[in-house]
Nanobody, 121 residues
Framework: QVQLVESGGGLVQAGGSLRLSCAASGGTFGAYTMGWWRQAPGSERELVASITWTGGIRYYADSVKGRVTISRANAKATVYLEMNTLKPEDTAVYYC??????????????WGQGTQVTVSS
């Protein structure tokens, strides 16, 4: 069983930056594809970015492409989401998630508790 704990959320002005971190424990971190999802009030949860265990393949949603970078440090069992040029529409609860690489793109097995990101205009 993998446990995921997010940190780094908060309140930031539009145009600002935040870096989210997710620390994993209880599993073989390097075996999982890691993802960051978000859910705004009244909206479905969406996959923002993902990264394979080698870091060789990264996915970004169109809504954040060019503004967000996902990275991971397998030795630290940590995945990061660097967000720049934040917009009010980026306001959401951000969740870290993990899945075995063989699973479908959106079929994540493990989830963190979420961290709130609020972007003020």
């Amino acid at each position: 069983q993998v446990q995921l704990v997010e940190s780094g959320g908060g309140l930031v002005q539009a145009g600002g930056s935040l870096r989210l971190s997710c620390a994993a424990s209880g599993g073989t971190f390097g075996a999982y594809t890691m993802g960051w999802w978000r859910q705004a009030p009244g909206s479905e949860r969406e996959l923002v970015a993902s990264i394979t265990w080698t870091g060789g393949i990264r996915y970004y949603a169109d809504s954040v492409k060019g503004r967000v970078t996902i990275s991971r440090a397998n030795a630290k069992a940590t995945v990061y989401l660097e967000m720049n040029t934040l917009k009010p529409e980026d306001t959401a609860v951000y969740y870290c998630a993990a899945k075995e690489a063989a699973r479908a793109r959106y079929d994540y097995q493990y989830w963190g508790q979420g961290t709130q990101v609020t972007v003020s205009s």
